[in-house]
Every structure is written in C-alpha cells, then in structure tokens.
C-alpha cells in the first residue's frame, strides 16, 4: 500500500517537472484554484443576500403584510348593517292586536259533508242527517223489563195508556250492522194514537205489533208509513221468543225492518219540504244550551245590580260600569233573565203503578233513569239508559173511553186533526232545570219547545228522554 501511494505521489511530481506536462499541470492547477476562489466567493454573497438584515426585514416586513389586508376585511362588514336594517319594517308584528278570526265550526263540518242532527245535535254525514228516523213502540210493564235494544233509542218517549200503565216508544236515527239492537228490538207492543201523531212530527216510519181503533184512523188521517206485526209484513219484521210469555214476547230484527220497507216501497230519505222542528241544539261540547244562556243572563244582571248598589267612589265609573253591563248582557243572548233551579232526581210519578225517576251524575255529566225498584237496563246490553237532556211536557190527558183509552189535547183523532194545543213544562239538563212551553200543530206535522220569553229550545246534543205527562198529576212531580 505503501508503495501504491509513493507511486502516485511520484507520478504528481513527475507531471509538474517535467518539460512536456509542466505547462499543461500549471493551466489545470490555476483553472482549479480560480474555480474554489469563484465558489466561496458565491458562497458568500448567496448567504449575506438572504441573512444580511434579518432581524430588521422580517420585523419591518411583517406589519406591512397585516396591516394592509386588515383594512379589507373590516370595511366589508359595513355592508351587514343593510340585512339588519330590513327586518324592522316587520318587527311590530301587529298579531296581538288582530287576533286570527276562530273558524265558524258549522262551515269546517258542512266542508266536510256533515250536517248537525236534528234527532241528536251531533255532526253527522249528510246522507244520515236526511233518513227517516224510525219509530218503535216497545211494552214497559215489569214482566216485560228489561227491554231490548231500547237503549239504542236517539230520543225516548214516555206516556201513560190504559190501566196506569205507560209504554214507550224509541226515536232512532241510524240503525246499522254494527247496532247492538240488530238482532234484537222489543218487545214490540201496539199502538195508541198520540205516538202516531208523534211519529208524524219527525217524517218517521211507525214499527208497531198491534193498534187500537183510534190508532188506526189517526195513522191513516196522517197518511203514515208503518210497520206492523199482525199484518202481512209482520213476519218479515218479527220473531216470537218462546222462552217468554205472549204477548211479551215479539222481537223485531234490523234486517227485517229493511227487507219489509224494501217491500212496501217506502221512501227511506226525508221528504224535500221536510222542516227540522222540535228544538235545536248547541254545538257539541262548545255551544250554549239554553239553561247556559239564561245563565249568562241571570249573571249578568247580578252584576250589574251589584254595580248599582256599591261603594263607588267615583261616580262617573260607576255608570260606565253598568253601561258596560247592560251592553254585555244584550250581545250574550237575547232573552230574559229566568228562575234556574237545581234537578238532582227527577220523580214522574205517572201513577201508583208506574213511577219512573232519574238521577244526575255531576262526572258524567248524565241522567241514569230507574223503574220498578232498579236501574233502567237494555237486555242487549246490561247498560243503563243514561241521558243528556230531560224535557216533561204537561198535557191535558183524560180517559177516552170506559176501556181507559187515554187521549191527549191536541193528539186526538177526532176529524182526523185536533186544533193547535199549547202548554208548559220542563226542561232539565247537567243538573239544572228551567220552566219551558210548547206548542203542537198536528195539522201542520209540527211540535215545538220554547224558553218562556219564546226562544226556541237548545239542547245539550246526545240523548233526550221526553216524558208527556198528565195534568191532573203536574203537582206529583218532584225535581229534588
């Protein structure tokens, strides 16, 4: 190795001394040696231009670069004032001085094809609201309780026949498949001539087993559409249970009922000229009966006679303050004042034999009616007949015959129409009850109840038990 590199030393020297390479090893050397002068002077300048000053340029650089777009940034914020600006033409929002109008719900129901029953008040479809109610006369002696499908009755009629007995008849509006009466109506007794009149008044078809004479010329000076059992269609319409004895024991089927109309062609929807009569109703659960209103009334004036006679000390008040009164009790309703009274039980003693009576419940709101020592049942059920409303109308009843035949004021037979009859009586509702008239036209199929200043009737919609009671017996009733 060692002569290796003594060799290469010696070839350096020998390429410096001698003649031929002497000039050309001088020219490489110089060549070299400018080249690394050349390099470091490079070097030099290349580091001093980028490090010369750098504490001063970068610190006096960086100022520049954020002062300048600072300005940028924060004059485009003076646009967002515009955006704000534009919303306070709409922040007065005027709403709570102009309350959104609430929508009549007569229009939301009528949009709907509904109309408020004239049977119930309830809002029902059209084409229910416009069919014939039925009619049914069902027997209510004790043996023949509890009856069956008589809860299913809309409206419920009671009145006194022969022998202090009373027997009812059921108003129904809709009787489907899905009634719990379907199979099952009765039983079924015969007619008296007041229940055809009845009937007549709301356009009905009459369903009866049986009718006495006067019956039968009062349903054909009515020209009324019936149903009856000893006729042809009466075993299209009726079934004989034999597990009770006759003649209690004769049942009417839904189905029955509509294969014999079907038969007789009778007309199912209501008569074009057909005039809803009888009463009206408030709306459901919103609308003012007319106890509600004679309320507000009596409220009213209280007030205003408690204003009268207080303490006041500026004088000038007071009289705004009855001014107020009076103009309040005016826009309420437009009627005056009447006694209310409360109606806890109703007793209709309609004689020693029959002496129904009905209790309020303040949670339900409903009258539960009894007879013959026991709650009032429907045999189809095992539910008691419970009612919204309670109207007792006083007639002028008397024995028609030496049979006990009753006839009624205004419901006779005699020359086919009796003379317009008026009258008074009760009507009772969630715990209250006012005194009422009413007013029969048989001539003109019209019967209606009326506050005492001449108001038309407003029921609580739902059921209605309707007790036609006699004269000679007004003083028997107790509203306890």
Not at 170 to 195: I, P, W
Not at 410 to 420: A, E, I, K, T, V
Request: proline content about 6%.
């Amino acid at each position: 190795m060692k002569e290796k590199i003594t060799a290469f030393f010696g070839k350096i020297k020998e390429f410096y001394t001698s003649e031929e390479t002497k000039k050309k090893a001088f020219i490489i050397t110089g060549g070299v040696a400018a080249a690394i002068v050349i390099a470091i002077v490079l070097i030099v300048v290349l580091s001093g231009g980028k490090s010369g000053e750098p504490d001063t340029k970068v610190v006096d650089a960086a100022p520049t670069v954020t002062e300048e777009p600072t300005p940028e940034p924060t004059s485009e914020p003076t646009a967002t004032p515009e955006p704000t600006s534009e919303p306070t033409p709409t922040e007065p929002e005027v709403t709570p001085d102009v309350p959104t109008p609430t929508p009549d719900p007569a229009e939301i129901h009528l949009a709907n094809g509904e109309k408020q029953s004239y049977i119930t008040g309830q809002w029902v479809k059209e084409e229910i609201a416009n069919l014939r109610p039925y009619c049914m006369m069902f027997n209510n002696i004790a043996v023949a309780n509890p009856q069956s499908g008589i809860g299913c009755a809309d409206i419920l009629y009671e009145i006194l026949v022969e022998g202090n007995i009373t027997r009812c008849m059921g108003v129904f509006e809709n009787l489907t498949d899905e009634s719990s009466c379907k199979d099952r109506m009765g039983s079924v007794r015969s007619a008296r001539h007041y229940y055809a009149s009845i009937a007549s008044e709301y356009d009905a078809i009459f369903i009866h087993y049986g009718e006495t004479t006067y019956a039968t010329k009062k349903i054909a000076a009515l020209k009324l559409d019936h149903l009856e059992g000893t006729y042809g269609e009466g075993n299209i319409i009726f079934y004989r249970d034999k597990n009770i004895k006759a003649p209690h024991n004769a049942f009417a089927t839904l189905e029955g009922i509509h294969k014999a109309i079907e038969q007789k062609k009778f007309r199912t929807d209501h008569k074009e000229d057909f005039v809803p009569q009888h009463f009206d109703f408030a709306y459901p659960e919103v609308g003012l009966t007319s106890i509600d209103e004679i309320e507000q009334v009596n409220n009213a004036e209280t007030a205003s006679a408690d204003n009268a006679g207080g303490d006041i000390a500026d004088g000038e008040n007071a009289g705004t303050d009855n001014a107020e009164a009076s103009s309040n009790e005016k826009e309420t309703v437009n009627i005056t004042p009447q006694e209310i009274s409360t109606a806890a039980v109703v007793k209709l003693p309609f004689s020693s034999y029959a002496q129904p009576y009905l209790t309020y419940d303040e949670e339900t709101k409903l009258y539960t009616r009894y007879q013959y020592g026991g709650v009032h049942i429907d045999y189809n059920t095992n539910e008691p007949l419970r009612f919204n409303n309670i109207i007792i109308q006083i007639v002028q009843e008397s024995n028609r015959d030496k049979n006990g035949y009753q006839d009624i004021e205004g419901y006779g037979d005699r020359d086919g129409h009796h003379n317009p009859e008026t009258g008074k009586g009760y009507y009772i509702c969630e715990g209250k009850c006012i005194e009422i008239t009413w007013a029969k036209n048989e001539a003109a199929y019209t019967m209606y109840y009326y506050t005492l200043d001449g108001e038309k009737l407003k029921l609580r919609p739902g059921k209605t038990f309707i007790a036609l009671f006699p004269h000679y017996r007004a003083d028997k009733i107790e509203i306890e």
